[in-house]
């Protein structure tokens, strides 16, 4: 699906949980990021009640600029079931998600953006690009990533290029999703995943 039309709001979802110690310093860098690109935005904080001073400092940031929004989720958990939460309260048409630890850096936003305003459908973020992107991680979390990446072996056949398909650091336009009937998955490791 191609899409050329002029930039549409971007909502950027973050998900935290225990985050107030990153949550300044990734705010702080993703308005410098998205400030240098051309859509509308708004940056979606999605607390699950962490309890930390989350709250309180998104609600500083959000008193100062009112396209930094907070939702709390009152004993709610889980990953996919806050990006899902996030992308339930914005009437933006391009939706964005990456973690509060500051694993992804927001300076790729508007390279993202950019490949998505270009007519790209998604725009991945990969932990493989750069050769010593992943040298740090142990040995376990590479091989779950290395067999999330085999796992789309099917739908490269199909001519999608993934590199990274667990980034957690992806912006996809709302167009291709609506309609889906998307829901959080809990598994036994309280890992969350979502489910078409």
């Known amino acids: 699906m191609e899409n050329n039309s002029a930039p549409g709001k971007f909502a950027l979802v973050v998900p935290a949980l225990k985050e107030a110690g990153n949550l300044p310093t990734l705010i702080d860098r993703a308005q410098i990021a998205l400030a240098r690109q051309s859509n509308d935005y708004e940056l979606i904080i999605v607390d699950d009640d962490s309890r930390d001073g989350t709250e ?45 630890d500051l694993q ?10 950019a490949a998505v305003n270009d007519g790209n459908d998604i725009a991945i973020a ?28 099917p739908l490269q056949r199909r001519g999608l290029r993934i590199k990274d398909p667990l980034s957690g650091f992806f912006i996809v336009r709302r167009e291709c999703i609506d309609g889906l009937e998307l829901q959080p998955k809990r598994t036994n490791s309280e890992s969350c995943g979502a489910a078409v």
């Open 56 to 100: 309180e400092i998104v609600q500083e940031y959000s008193r100062r600029d009112q396209r930094i929004r907070l939702l709390v989720r009152k004993g709610a958990r889980g990953l996919s079931g806050a990006v899902l939460h996030g992308w339930n309260h914005t009437d933006a048409t391009m939706l964005g998600v990456m973690d509060a």
């Open 126 to 153: 990969s932990r493989y690009v750069a050769k010593d992107s992943i040298s740090n991680w142990n040995v376990a979390r590479q091989l779950i990533s290395r067999f999330g990446t085999w796992a789309t072996w």
């Open 104 to 113: 992804h850096p927001p300076e790729l936003l508007p390279t993202l953006l």
